[in-house]
């Protein structure tokens, strides 16, 4: 610490990302990146851009893939933000619509990057105890607050809540908004795009990094009334003038485009996830329901850092951890077949 740093940064207590190892042999199943390249179509796009355009500056505004996720979504564009991987996108959102009197309300159990953007910008927040069976409870919600947010698929349970759940928050929640983080909604989901025509308080954030297979090239996007929007836009054009390089905004438009290979894919994790879950059960292990692109498990009988631990030794990483109520839970990506059995194997 050093007497430069501004106050704040002295108790701001900063993500701490998952693993990235050096080793290629690994079967790396720690970070729920996609086993499956990105599309072919997505790839061609980024070439072309890579051999003719990059002396040229990114349209600042990211117009032609704002287009490509409107079109996919039967939105307008103006109701389309579009940022440096949904971190980004969140932590704008975070700055700019939940900065208010009353505290933001977000699981206990959920994606630990929220805690640090309240700590980034200042936002008092309360965590809301998930059910005992791991789920959210939207009534429990129901209390004065300054926003909610929640994945959904929740991260790192997997646990879907249904639509109707949501609406039910958004009818009691009127007065402040409502960020729904659909990071892995494409595994058996439903998006909450469908409602943000009837609830000007919903803003819905996504990624390119999972389902599309992107995570690499860094791009997120939120959809919500325009003005939500506006906020977003406002901030962003205080903070980077081209969020997103001329490679990114080609490569991801051009993914939303290709609806085929985003659709066999996402079937194909999905189909593989059900096979893992029943090989699991069948080692003896408990499965909360996932509709993400990874499992969240435990063992009545083994301690789950030391599964962790004998895995990694036999070349296999998966995540662990250590928060009270889901320390003896592992979290597993699922990968290819191939990788999918050498865990089982492994595990085994
Ligand atoms: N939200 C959730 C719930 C996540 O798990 C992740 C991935 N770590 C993100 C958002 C961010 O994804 P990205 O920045 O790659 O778009």
Redesign the pocket.
């Known amino acids: 610490m050093s007497k430069f740093w501004s106050p704040f940064v002295k108790d701001l207590v900063p993500y701490v990302?998952?693993e990235q190892p050096k080793l290629s042999k690994l079967v790396k199943l720690n970070?729920?990146e996609n086993p499956y390249g990105p599309s072919p179509r997505a790839i061609a796009a980024m070439q072309a851009e890579l051999n003719d355009n990059l002396r040229l500056y990114p349209d600042p505004n990211g117009e032609r893939l704002k287009q490509a996720v409107a079109d996919y979504y039967g939105v307008h564009p103006a109701q389309v933000f579009v940022g440096?991987?949904?971190?980004?996108?969140?932590a704008h959102a975070f700055h700019g619509l939940f900065q208010h009197a009353g505290p933001l309300l977000f699981p206990d159990i959920?994606?630990s990057?929220y805690p640090v953007y309240c700590g980034l910008y200042g936002i008092a927040y309360e965590t809301v105890a998930l059910d005992e069976r791991f789920q959210i409870d939207v009534a429990n919600y129901n209390r004065p607050n300054g926003g909610i947010i929640f994945?959904n698929p929740?991260?790192?349970t997997g646990c879907l809540l249904a639509l109707e759940a949501i609406e039910r928050l958004l009818e009691a929640n009127t007065e402040s908004v409502v960020l729904v983080?659909e990071?892995?909604v494409d595994f058996g989901g439903e998006s909450a795009i469908a409602l943000v025509d009837r609830y000007p308080n919903l803003l819905v954030?996504?990624?390119?990094?999972?389902s599309r297979s992107l995570?690499g090239l860094?791009?997120?996007l939120a959809v919500g009334h325009p003005d939500l929007i506006e906020a977003l836009e406002r901030i962003k054009n205080s903070f980077n003038s081209y969020p997103l390089d001329r490679i990114a905004i080609a490569g991801a438009a051009a993914a939303f485009e290709d609806r085929a290979y985003f659709q066999q894919t996402c079937q194909q994790v999905i189909d593989s996830r059900e096979r893992v879950v029943t090989a699991m059960q069948g080692l003896g292990f408990e499965v909360l329901p996932s509709a993400a692109n990874f499992i969240f498990a435990r063992h009545p009988q083994r301690d789950a850092a030391s599964i962790a631990a004998s895995l990694r030794e036999q070349g296999v990483i998966v995540r662990h951890f250590k928060q009270p109520r889901i320390e003896q839970f592992l979290r597993i990506t699922i990968g290819t077949p191939e990788q999918n059995q050498a865990l089982l194997d492994a595990l085994g």
């Open positions: 990302p998952g970070t729920n440096n991987g949904s971190d980004e996108v969140l959920s994606y990057f994945p929740n991260a790192p983080d990071a892995y954030t996504q990624t390119l990094s999972k995570a860094r791009v997120g």
